[in-house]
């Protein structure tokens, strides 16, 4: 994203939620029931208050780094060696990750529509598409995400509300699931599902009013945990916890069950087409940021060789796993570790003792020591 | 015996006719053949930059003459007339020369307005009072001192023997030449280093008739003619305000095609004035034949088949963006008149929204909204769900198809594509053949094509149902080069689907809205009020009621935001 490059409250708070749909789309409705349970819900509601209250924090701290992200932020902290840290782990971050949801994206529409089509074959076309959207910049993705998400989080309500006549409500029960220990301590580390917040720690040099990312940060974070609560509700009231669903795409299963007469009896291709949308709008903003951080992190002259070797990364990365399982343990185990420990943990503190630098500075120069 | 021989000798000695075989000559190549030849080349056109370098008239009415001559061959070219007589001031005699085109000028008016007080003795340039005029005098200590107004004879014409509404004078030949050239006549007069530039323009043109592609029920029926005057008063007379400026800008360097550049002075923003200007004046170009042209030139990317600036043969749409806060170009000879900044919303707009009631007009932009995704998917949607998601299809309808199919030898993607072309055919010779012919060879192709191609098997009979929607529904987007450009685009979604299903169609479409999404037609980007939102109060993709349509468009940035009062209709909610 160039530096003039500015962008909307209603596009920032898109840009965060399509991360967290997407999650949503693959394995993370499934990731969380099979660990709390038919205390899920309640599990979602108690981590959504838990980051609500992280990202208000978040937002607090960054409000003493006007136009400031945590590339700077880390710069200003520990130099240069810790701003390409910071950015290097984001980069894995952004890069790693999506090659691993492309991949178990396509395995799973492989399985479903392309049995006899090589993996790869799919995978280039999201690759192209990535290609090709980042070639016409950071601003042009957002504003398409901010045209397709409405229907995208639509889907997601419909599938809810298109299935309330095959739902069995006594499946909430007992809403503490395993206990309450499993559900509220254990399952604190399900605040990995949010891992779309590591956007906020790049978007305040970027938003048209700074004054806003706190109603942003606060609105992304509550629009997730809606329509996490509404899949997860969907998926636990549909098929019993124990049992739970296939591996692929829980969602793209619930929507197998929508009927609406005789005439429309299987809809589930229209839904995979708005979430191959999705898929595509994810992938290419997180290819965008990666190389925005690259260029950040180099001062690169060349952008589109970014943007060919970004694809490439991705499109390499992808190909890595050997099969659908190690691809699942990437997605769901390796990515809650690395979110916790990178947008929880690494971040948090360096804006924490960022702070405290930035305070013990402004109480040094008003005591006159410092110019 | 001679006659013998001359048929022995057709016979046996006919030599072979020469092969008639025009080339033309490199002169490059000219050149090093023969340096002769070059250096004659070199000395004309070295001849010609010195004819090129001359910019202001000559006193010497001889020169001028001779320069007029060379300039516009008057030996050859037979339409440039050059008249020459001896005019009459004050009873003097001036040698002078009048310079027009023949069917551009009118040549009454020049007889009776410029030639005849001219040249005839009348009380005008006959009168031979004092060369100089006093007008005031003092003495003072025996000195007289007076106020003298010297005769000046370009005065005396100017104001006294040419009764012309529109008379400029001239000192440059270029001047001169771009008034000619556009129907005026030019009087050149000895010992003068001015020329007169005279309006007599009465060339003939089509009179102003019912639009042709962009047809209302309730409306105006007006459309813009090839002239610019007649184009420019049309605008005039809606917008009647003194607010509307139309400037004028040549552009080519040979054509010099006159430009007008129209809007509302206390409205447009200046920037985006200022940058119409700045694209249309540079330009680096020999000719400029029609508002297409123009509107690839200007526009910020041609690397799309998606147009950027609107373009209309109606006066009243014109009118409308230009209160908007718009800026409109009119080409000289081109009915097409182009609007800037444009969105994607203006495209799939039509003047009659304008006309109706709002609940109409919403309806109507629901229908288009559908026709422009049946014109760009439906065939596409079709290809993926009979070859990959059929699951989609309800199961008696998805029988039928099959069945339908049975009989036919070829794979989906050649079926659809013979098809989706030979509509495309019939459309294009439709257009091209004579009008009274045109729509006879739009049923026919369609119908016995379509029904035989049936027959024949090489089709099946939902196919022709699809193609056939795809086509209707094309017809129904407004504005013909969006038209055009679904209709392109179509065939690339078809391929897609071909190739992967709803995956092909699903990512190609994420990339043709960021595309969308990357455009900006003069600094607007394409996609507002949607991405990026702005206000779009009563101006939207659906139109609100048009006592609520109080503001704008935002993304004008606009002198004046308001263009009705909150209470518009206040016969209503005066309060007494």
């Known amino acids: 994203m160039s530096q003039t490059t500015k962008i909307g409250n209603i596009e920032a708070i898109f840009l965060i939620v399509t991360i967290m749909i997407n999650h949503i789309i693959l394995n993370l409705p499934k990731f969380l029931l099979d660990k709390t349970h038919s205390g899920s819900l309640l599990n979602i509601i108690f981590i959504t208050l838990i980051v609500l209250g992280i990202v208000y924090f978040i937002s607090k701290l960054l409000k003493r780094f006007p136009n400031m992200d945590i590339l700077d932020i880390s710069e200003f902290l520990g130099g240069k060696i810790l701003k390409y840290t910071i950015g290097i782990l984001f980069m894995i971050y952004f890069l790693f990750f999506a090659g691993v949801f492309l991949r178990s994206f396509c395995e799973s529409i492989k399985i479903i529509y392309f049995p006899t089509t090589p993996v790869m074959f799919l995978i280039i076309f999201f690759i192209i598409g990535m290609m090709m959207t980042n070639r016409l910049g950071t601003n042009a993705i957002i504003r398409a995400n901010l045209i397709f998400i409405p229907v995208i989080l639509f889907t997601i309500i419909l599938i809810f509300f298109a299935n309330i006549g095959n739902f069995t409500m006594q499946r909430m029960f007992p809403l503490l699931g395993n206990g309450i220990m499993p559900t509220f301590l254990s399952g604190l580390s399900n605040i990995f599902a949010f891992g779309g917040i590591a956007f906020l720690y790049f978007i305040p040099p970027y938003l048209k009013d700074a004054k806003e990312f706190k109603k942003i940060a606060i609105t992304s974070v509550i629009l997730s945990g809606i329509w996490l609560l509404f899949s997860i509700a969907t998926l636990l009231f549909i098929f019993p916890s124990i049992v739970t669903t296939d591996e692929i795409l829980p969602l793209y299963f619930a929507s197998r069950f929508i009927q609406f007469g005789r005439f429309f009896q299987r809809l589930d291709a229209a839904f995979l087409l708005i979430w191959i949308i999705s898929m595509t709008s994810y992938l290419s903003i997180t290819l965008s940021f990666a190389t925005n951080i690259f260029k950040k992190v180099t001062s690169f002259k060349y952008p589109y060789l970014i943007v060919y070797g970004g694809c490439l990364i991705v499109f390499l990365l992808s190909l890595i796993p050997k099969n659908y399982v190690q691809v699942h343990f990437l997605e769901t185990t390796i990515y809650q570790y690395f979110v916790l420990s990178l947008i929880f943990a690494i971040s948090l503190s360096i804006l924490i003792f960022a702070t405290f630098k930035r305070r013990k500075q402004i109480r040094v120069k008003g005591d006159g020591f410092i110019e | ?576």
């Not at chain 2, 369609?446 to 056939?468: E, K």
């Not at chain 2, 078809?494 to 169609?505: D, N, T």
């Open chain 2, 1 to 576: 015996m001679k006659k013998i021989k001359e048929i022995l000798r057709s016979i046996f000695l006919a030599t072979p006719e020469k092969d008639y075989d025009f080339l033309l000559t490199d002169i490059s190549t000219l050149a090093e053949n023969s340096d002769n030849v070059a250096n004659d080349l070199h000395n004309s056109s070295s001849n010609f930059t010195t004819l090129d370098e001359v910019k202001n008239i000559f006193p010497s009415i001889d020169v001028n003459l001779e320069y007029i001559k060379v300039k516009y061959n008057t030996l050859i070219s037979s339409d440039v007339i050059v008249r020459e007589f001896d005019l009459t001031a004050r009873n003097r005699h001036y040698k002078a020369f009048l310079l027009f085109i023949d069917g551009l000028s009118d040549t009454d008016l020049i007889n009776n307005y410029v030639l005849k007080p001219l040249m005839m003795k009348n009380p005008a340039n006959s009168f031979d009072g004092d060369q100089t005029r006093i007008l005031s005098e003092a003495v003072t200590n025996n000195i007289t001192v007076r106020k003298v107004k010297k005769f000046d004879i370009v005065e005396y014409i100017s104001n006294c023997l040419l009764p012309q509404n529109s008379l400029k004078k001239q000192t440059e030949f270029s001047s001169v030449f771009s008034g000619v050239n556009s129907g005026n006549c030019a009087l050149f007069i000895d010992t003068l280093n001015i020329a007169f530039d005279i309006d007599v323009k009465g060339f003939k043109q089509r009179s102003i008739d019912s639009p042709n592609n962009e047809i209302v029920i309730r409306g105006p029926q007006e459309a813009f003619v090839e002239n610019i005057r007649t184009n420019t008063s049309l605008v005039r007379r809606i917008v009647n305000n003194e607010n509307l400026v139309i400037e004028n800008i040549r552009v080519g360097e040979i054509s010099k095609t006159h430009c007008a550049i129209c809007y509302l002075a206390d409205i447009a923003n200046n920037d985006l004035v200022a940058e119409v200007k700045y694209r249309i004046n540079n330009l680096g170009i020999d000719s400029l034949l029609s508002s297409g042209q123009l509107e690839q030139l200007i526009e910020e990317t041609n690397k799309y088949s998606i147009p950027q600036i609107l373009s209309t043969e109606r006066p009243d749409k014109v009118t409308k963006y230009l209160f908007q806060g718009r800026v409109a170009v009119i080409v000289n000879g081109n009915p097409y008149c182009l609007v800037m900044p444009a969105t994607l919303v203006d495209f799939v707009s039509s003047p009659e929204d304008t006309n109706l009631k709002f609940q109409f007009a919403n309806f109507l932009k629901f229908l288009r909204l559908i026709a422009m995704g049946i014109t760009l998917l439906l065939p596409a949607f079709y290809v993926a769900m009979t070859n990959f998601h059929q699951e989609l299809i309800p199961t008696e309808l998805l029988f039928s198809m099959i069945a339908s199919r049975e009989n036919v030898p070829f794979p989906m993607i050649f079926e659809i594509l013979v098809m989706e072309i030979s509509f495309e055919l019939i459309r294009e010779a439709g257009l091209r053949v004579p009008s009274p012919l045109g729509p006879t060879i739009g049923i026919v192709g369609a119908l016995v094509l379509g029904q035989a191609a049936v027959s024949a098997s090489i089709v099946s009979p939902i196919l022709i149902i699809v193609v056939a929607i795809t086509g209707i529904a094309s017809f129904a987007i407004p504005d013909f080069s969006f038209g055009f450009h679904l209709r392109l685009l179509r065939f690339v979604f078809l391929i897609l689907s071909y190739l992967s299903g709803f995956l092909g169609v699903g990512i190609g479409l994420f990339v043709y809205i960021t595309i969308l999404c990357s455009l900006k037609s003069f600094g607007v980007p394409y996609m507002v009020p949607f991405a990026p939102i702005t206000n779009s109060k009563g101006d939207g993709y659906f139109v609100s009621p048009i006592w609520k349509r109080e503001r704008r468009p935002d993304y004008l940035n606009t002198k004046k935001t308001d263009s009705q009062k909150h209470i518009s209709m206040e016969w209503k909610y005066r309060k007494e």
